[in-house]
């Protein structure tokens, strides 16, 4: 007999096609869900929409990284060139008329801290990189980054019950429906 | 509260056009298992015997020019390069500007047509942006060994010397620093984002060991949920929206590195566009140059079709009339100036010691790539490999011709000198040819050489309205007998 114990984590279910996926999110949409997702081996268009989604907030992070490299750029450059060790080399200014020869390097930085803001404020949106994954314990899942369109629906949902989100997800057209244990 | 994802019912009544299909990007109706299948098996299955016999030469060539080359090179000096007093660039900044020109071609599909929607672009953007990466890694050898006492590369970087001095950062030198080591982090930061998803696919089919825990690692556990992909989306269009003005700075700033002098036939304000079609022009050849062979060792045929090849040809043909035409406009701008020095740059140019260099360029950058015109040549994978190859020699001649012919005559007569590369210069030059195809050849081995995920994303039954055309006419596409009674 096994000793540890299982916690419910939600129901899985298996779609035929990208549309019938998207059909589907619009019902469990409607049912008043929060805690589910669509899984799919590509991004579906319009799914965002289907699942009562938010445009991703992404963009104000990558702003704000982007002024900062901006910032950085011209306090490096203009301290290190007019305020601590003014170097006059070929004739060319050492004060305010430095400034435009300094846009290249802002213009760097500001792409170089907005690449990294993407990367980092992605992976903190979803919350990645994690070792393991409940939905990894299921047995048909590793076809989702394959040819499958599933539906998960969390038991922590409030909404969520054993025998109704099932039958919710089956009369919607999933098929395969399990439900998928983590080990606590 | 739920959002509406209803269309609008279509208002228009007049007239409608017939609509030409479009070219299928991806051939004989493949499902998207099969396209998991194919580009999976490139790197689960054992490699061709062709691959070996490829990578092993490439490795050593790799080894003993990049390798043994550099080591005698910093154990000696930098005079052990065929340089001279007033000749200080030759090979070495010819290979960097060569070499980072190649890498262009990635970014530009990976971005600029995303940007713009050409969805052809998904099967070959991940090999272009691999070739970015590797392209970028052979470049920065060149100007980090060429300041001769390379452990004080140091310098480079924005902290202070020993005497508190800091960098110039009104030096187009400094700028460039910048320029290609911002470019190469955002490269592979796209690169790598790009792939999160293929890594996982490949983590699911792999049976559980220590091949499925590294690519499970570097897929940081993607799971393909569209509260992922969502923000996914977002990242990459920000990703591109940021790479596409960054890869137009990149070779601006190499080409401030000589427009900004005060030398003849480098001083002059056409630099920076002709320098980034140049760029794009010799990166989609490389791009040609690698991909039409390894489509056909892997069987990518349906994948990367003739349409893609005829795409890139016809992007080759633009940009080296482009390439052309600012060649002639040199010419014509040296003679227009009436500057004495300029004109006799560039009769230095076509009419020196250095004239076959010139005709070089001349032939295989503006004159080959015009056989694209005829359709025909487009569609002859043989024709396409002679031209791709002409185009690389001939963009690596350019490089050559601006920067080595204009060094060798500058202003005064007891400065004249001319420059042969020695054979360290050669070797480190063949060892970086070496070092690219074998990153290349490790990828190919490795890694997925197809984006999977986008790939999958231009199937027609990928479109969520794909099975209810009928209740959605704005979505579908009617038969042309219909739109042709609309149109009486």
């Known amino acids: 007999m096994s000793t540890t114990r299982k916690r419910v984590y939600g129901y899985l279910a298996e779609f035929k096609s990208a549309s019938a996926l998207y059909k589907a999110a619009e019902k469990v949409r409607d049912a008043g869900f929060r805690k589910w997702d669509c899984y799919s081996p590509y991004p579906i268009h319009g799914l965002d929409g289907a699942m009562g989604m938010k445009r991703s907030i992404l963009p104000w992070f990558v702003f704000f990284g982007g002024i900062t490299g901006t910032a950085t750029a011209f306090t490096l450059a203009y301290t290190t060139q007019v305020v601590i060790y003014p170097t006059v080399v070929q004739a060319k200014p050492a004060n305010i008329f430095s400034v435009p020869a300094f846009f290249p390097v802002m213009f760097e930085l500001t792409i170089l801290f907005s690449g990294f803001t993407v990367l980092f404020g992605l992976l903190g949106l979803i919350q990645l990189p994690r070792l393991n994954h409940p939905l990894f314990a299921s047995k048909q899942f590793h076809r989702a980054t394959d040819d499958a369109f599933f539906i998960a629906i969390e038991a922590r949902d409030p909404k969520f019950s054993p025998n109704q989100t099932k039958e919710l997800l089956s009369s919607i057209g999933g098929e395969n429906i399990e439900l998928v244990e983590e080990e606590d | ?488």
């Open chain 2, 1 to 488: 509260m739920a959002s509406t994802t209803q269309t609008a019912p279509e208002t228009q009544t007049g007239v409608k056009l017939p609509v030409l299909e479009r070219e299928k990007l991806i051939l004989n109706g493949r499902s998207y298992h099969w396209i998991t299948e194919r580009i999976c098996g490139v790197l689960e299955n054992r490699q061709p015997l062709l691959w070996w016999l490829l990578f092993i030469p490439s490795a050593l060539i790799a080894m003993i020019g990049v390798g043994g080359g550099l080591t005698y090179l910093v154990s000696t000096g930098v005079g052990v390069w065929g340089m001279s007093n007033r000749v200080f660039w030759g090979f070495d900044i010819t290979n960097f500007v060569f070499w980072i020109g190649i890498g262009h071609a990635g970014t530009l599909i990976s971005a600029v047509l995303f940007l713009t929607r050409q969805n052809w672009r998904t099967s070959i953007n991940r090999a272009a942006e691999a070739m970015t990466i590797f392209a970028v890694m052979c470049a920065g050898i060149f100007p980090a060994f060429h300041v001769g006492r390379v452990w004080f590369a140091w310098f480079l970087a924005p902290v202070p010397n020993a005497n508190g001095i800091w960098q110039n950062f009104k030096s187009p030198l400094l700028w460039d620093v910048f320029a290609v080591s911002t470019y190469f982090t955002v490269s592979l930061i796209f690169w790598f984002l790009g792939m999160v998803p293929d890594l996982a696919t490949i983590r699911d089919r792999a049976k559980p060991g220590l091949r499925k825990t590294l690519y499970g690692i570097f897929a940081l556990g993607w799971r393909g949920g569209n509260r992922q992909w969502s923000h996914y989306e977002m990242a990459y269009l920000l990703l591109a929206a940021l790479s596409t003005p960054l890869v137009l700075s990149v070779h601006s700033v190499v080409s401030f590195d000589f427009a900004t002098s005060v030398v003849p036939g480098w001083h002059t304000t056409i630099f920076p566009p002709y320098f980034v079609a140049g760029a794009i022009f010799g990166g989609f050849a490389m791009v040609l140059t690698i991909m039409v062979p390894a489509r056909f060792i892997y069987g990518l045929q349906d994948l990367i079709t003739m349409k893609h090849i005829d795409n890139m040809a016809k992007i080759i043909l633009l940009t080296g009339t482009i390439v052309g035409y600012a060649y002639l406009m040199e010419l014509f701008v040296a003679f227009y100036s009436g500057a004495i020095y300029e004109m006799d740059a560039f009769k230095y140019r076509i009419a020196g010691p250095y004239w076959w260099a010139y005709a070089a360029m001349m032939s295989l950058n503006v004159l080959s790539p015009q056989v694209f015109w005829f359709k025909r040549c487009r569609e002859n994978l043989w024709v396409i490999m002679v031209v791709a190859m002409c185009v690389n020699v001939g963009m690596w001649f350019e490089r050559f011709v601006i920067i080595v012919t204009t060094l060798a005559r500058m202003w005064l007569p007891g400065d004249w000198k001319t420059y042969s590369p020695s054979g360290v210069e050669l070797m480190t030059f063949v060892g970086t040819i070496g070092m690219f195809l074998a990153l290349f050849l490790l990828f190919l081995k490795f890694l997925p050489c197809i984006n999977i995920a986008e790939v999958k994303w231009t199937l027609p039954e990928s479109d969520p309205h794909f099975d209810d055309k009928e209740h959605h006419p704005d979505h579908g596409v009617k038969n042309e007998a219909a739109y042709q009674k609309e149109l009486v």
